[in-house]
């Protein structure tokens, strides 16, 4: 979920424009479930809104919960995009210490998508209006969390345990959760969402003392 600004979004090129229109698309589809509900319109409806083809919605999102959600499935750490990082956390790096490192890894999977702060004001909106959208959001967060827990385990070892593997990843998405809310409350010049979970991980060490490993 990449958290660019949007006025660099417009400034930018083609990568860009094609994130514009992504969330053009997702600001639709959430206003569209919000004022009728998320079986009150048509993927036709929606892509007449965003000012899209329905060739073009498709290109960016398979399904109706897909754009609602702005993300088509949970980010897969095997894919090209993310292999190599998952490859440099497995091996202990980048930075050789959990905590930093798990934060490096939100970075990157944060990447894998737009969010700008009105979809992530809209998208909250729409979660607690709609308990289907919660189920999906909630097992796409699980099946991203057991990929995690797998990856730290490989790193750490079997004497490191899954209770631990698991309390560290749960710590991440406490943190995740909390810097959205931020974010989502925040104004234009805040601070950007990948850097807000790096903030709040840093809370979370003043807080226990030490980064949560």
């Given at each position: 979920?990449?958290?660019?600004?949007?006025s660099?979004?417009?400034?930018g090129?083609?990568?860009?424009?094609?994130a514009?229109t992504?969330?053009?698309?997702?600001?639709?589809?959430q206003?569209?479930?919000?004022?009728?509900?998320?079986?009150?319109f048509?993927?036709?409806?929606?892509?007449?809104?965003?000012?899209?083809?329905?060739?073009t919605?498709?290109?960016?999102?398979?399904?109706?919960?897909?754009?609602?959600?702005?993300?088509a499935?949970?980010?897969?750490?095997a894919?090209?995009?993310?292999?190599?990082?998952?490859?440099?956390?497995?091996?202990?790096?980048?930075?050789?210490?959990l905590?930093?490192?798990?934060?490096?890894?939100?970075?990157?999977?944060?990447?894998?998508?737009?969010?700008?702060?009105?979809?992530?004001?809209?998208r909250?909106?729409?979660?607690t209006?709609?308990?289907?959208?919660?189920?999906v959001?909630?097992?796409r967060?699980e099946t991203?969390?057991?990929?995690?827990?797998?990856?730290v385990?490989?790193?750490?070892?079997?004497?490191?345990?899954?209770?631990?593997a698991?309390l560290a990843?749960?710590?991440?998405?406490?943190?995740f959760?909390s810097?959205?809310?931020?974010?989502?409350?925040?104004?234009?010049?805040?601070?950007?969402l990948?850097d807000?979970?790096?903030?709040?991980?840093?809370?979370?060490?003043?807080?226990?003392?030490a980064?949560?490993?």
């Amino acid at each position: 979920m990449h958290s660019m600004g949007m006025s660099a979004l417009r400034a930018g090129g083609r990568a860009e424009k094609q994130a514009l229109t992504r969330v053009r698309i997702v600001r639709c589809a959430q206003r569209l479930c919000l004022d009728a509900g998320f079986d009150g319109f048509t993927m036709d409806e929606l892509a007449e809104a965003a000012e899209v083809s329905r060739r073009t919605l498709f290109n960016y999102f398979p399904s109706k919960v897909d754009a609602v959600l702005g993300a088509a499935e949970a980010p897969d750490l095997a894919s090209p995009g993310l292999q190599e990082v998952a490859d440099r956390f497995r091996a202990g790096g980048p930075h050789g210490r959990l905590g930093d490192d798990l934060a490096e890894l939100a970075r990157h999977l944060l990447a894998t998508q737009v969010i700008d702060r009105e979809s992530a004001r809209l998208r909250r909106t729409v979660l607690t209006s709609s308990p289907r959208l919660l189920g999906v959001i909630h097992e796409r967060f699980e099946t991203l969390a057991e990929q995690i827990v797998g990856l730290v385990l490989e790193r750490e070892g079997p004497d490191f345990g899954p209770v631990r593997a698991r309390l560290a990843v749960g710590v991440l998405v406490a943190v995740f959760d909390s810097a959205m809310e931020s974010f989502a409350q925040g104004e234009p010049d805040d601070p950007e969402l990948a850097d807000l979970v790096t903030d709040h991980l840093g809370l979370v060490a003043e807080l226990f003392g030490a980064h949560p490993a």
